[in-house]
């Protein structure tokens, strides 16, 4: 069962990708450095056994990490739209995780996915849409009550027919 107290290190045990993609973002733009310089402490603390993870707030490690400025940047783009989207083993752990703290006894678990993972989201309605089809029960009840105070993003016409033509 996922505790607040670990789990940033639940993110990183489960998906060890994401220590990849942080990598490779932070080499590939200046963009992180400009706007979020702590993640040059995060790859610091993740890649160095002597540092503590559990130093990063995990609502600051969540946000940081799963999502970017750049939208294309974010591991979610990639993960749903980008280079990882073939990469169903990947997906399906990714969503299984977030079903494992939507179903987490630990109520800060369960507002950690709503608000650092989820509400990103909403920024992004092709990710939305996308990432809605891999969302277990729990994951998707959570993510509806998001509806309560953000408005639902749009597909934009051309998003919107591409996707169509996809089908």
């Given at each position: 069962m996922i505790i607040?107290?670990?789990?940033?290190?639940?993110?990183?045990?489960n998906i060890p990708e994401i220590i990849k993609y942080l990598e490779e973002r932070v080499v590939a733009t200046e963009e992180p450095f400009r706007y979020i310089p702590e993640l040059i402490e995060y790859l610091e603390i993740i890649n160095d056994p002597n540092k503590d993870i559990l130093t990063i707030p995990p609502h600051l490690f969540y946000g940081d990490i799963l999502s970017a400025f750049d939208k294309k940047a974010s591991f979610f783009y990639k993960l749903l739209n980008g280079e990882y989207r073939s990469n169903n083993e990947?997906?399906?752990?990714?969503?299984?995780?977030?079903?494992?703290?939507?179903?987490?006894?630990d109520f800060d678990v369960q507002c950690l996915l709503q608000t650092a993972v989820l509400e990103y989201l909403w920024s992004h309605a092709e990710i939305l849409e996308a990432a809605e089809c891999y969302m277990g029960p729990k994951t998707k009840l959570i993510n509806d009550t998001i509806s309560e105070y953000f408005t639902r993003p749009k597909l934009s016409s051309r998003n919107r027919s591409k996707r169509m033509s996809e089908k």
């Open positions: 607040y107290k670990n789990a940033n290190n639940e993110l990183l045990s990947l997906i399906t752990r990714v969503f299984s995780f977030f079903e494992n703290m939507a179903n987490s006894n």
